[in-house]
């Protein structure tokens, strides 16, 4: 946060209950009701991990809308893009190739593995 030292229009400091916080002012003529939180780098990746387990984990765009809303941080878009989950949901639910369940890795109920592995299962 050593650009609200450097740069107090662009990361105009408020202190509220004794802590500091540092907003970002990505145009001179935004009111403060304009302005969003600065994130420090230290912090970005709990702030992304903890919205995208908070909404449910959604897809890059939906956790990137919802942080940006009230919090500045560069390249946010790409961190949300780039995070992985320890859950490993991961969905990409862009898919094109027919349906979002492809992101389960079902392609059909004839040819799924699903069912000639319970038949397995149940032989043995
Ligand atoms: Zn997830």
């Known amino acids: ?14 202190i509220i209950n004794n802590i500091t916080i540092v907003r970002y002012r990505e145009q001179t003529t935004m009111t403060d009701n304009q ?8 912090m970005i990746d709990e702030v992304v991990r903890w919205y995208h387990l908070v909404l449910g984990h959604p897809e890059s765009q939906r956790l990137y809308n919802t ?4 919090f500045s941080y ?4 790409k961190t949300c893009q780039q995070y992985q989950c320890p859950y ?4 990409d639910w862009t898919v094109e190739d027919g349906s979002e369940w492809a992101n389960f890795g079902i392609q059909s109920s004839d040819d799924n593995g699903y069912s000639d592995e319970l038949a397995g299962d149940s032989t043995n």
């Open 1 to 14: 946060m050593q650009n609200a030292h450097l740069d107090p229009v662009h990361f105009p400091v408020k």
């Open 35 to 42: 302005l969003r939180i600065a994130i420090p780098s230290s």
């Open 67 to 70: 942080i940006n809303a009230r």
């Open 74 to 77: 560069p390249g946010l878009s």
């Open 88 to 91: 490993g949901c991961g969905f």
